[in-house]
């Protein structure tokens, strides 16, 4: 089992920046991969970013690129998303999760943390 607990989440103007944390515990040694979700208010859950504790390899939503910075501390466990030049429609609950690689499921999730960008 691997727990998520996500955190960082909140209100911010257009333009502003935020950042996420997840923290890991269990068997993290178990899923080499990290990634944040979103969902957006009568949407499906998308993809944003991912990152391997292994090696550190990235991948990204194309619409988020240049803008977010997803980042991993092994030490600490914890995976990061920076997020700048917010804009209203990355409006959304951002979720992390683990998985086996960067493109594989993600089987483990966090309960989700709120971001709010108002125009």
């Known amino acids: 089992q691997v727990q998520l607990v996500e955190s960082g989440g909140g209100l911010v103007q257009a333009g502003g920046s935020l950042r996420l944390s997840c923290a890991a515990s269990?068997?993290?040694?178990?899923?080499?991969?990290m990634g944040w979700f979103r969902q957006a208010p009568g949407k499906e859950r998308e993809f944003v970013a991912a990152?391997?504790?292994?090696?550190?390899?990235?991948r990204y939503k194309t619409s988020v690129k240049g803008r977010f910075t997803i980042s991993r501390d092994n030490a600490k466990n914890t995976v990061y998303l920076q997020m700048n030049s917010l804009k209203p429609e990355d409006t959304a609950v951002y979720y992390c999760?683990?998985?086996?690689?960067?493109?594989?499921?993600?089987?483990?999730w966090g309960q989700g943390t709120q971001v709010t960008v108002s125009s």
């Open positions: 999760a683990a998985g086996r690689t960067v493109y594989s499921p993600y089987d483990y």
């Open positions: 269990g068997r993290t040694f178990s899923r080499d991969a």
């Open positions: 990152i391997t504790w292994s090696s550190g390899n990235t």
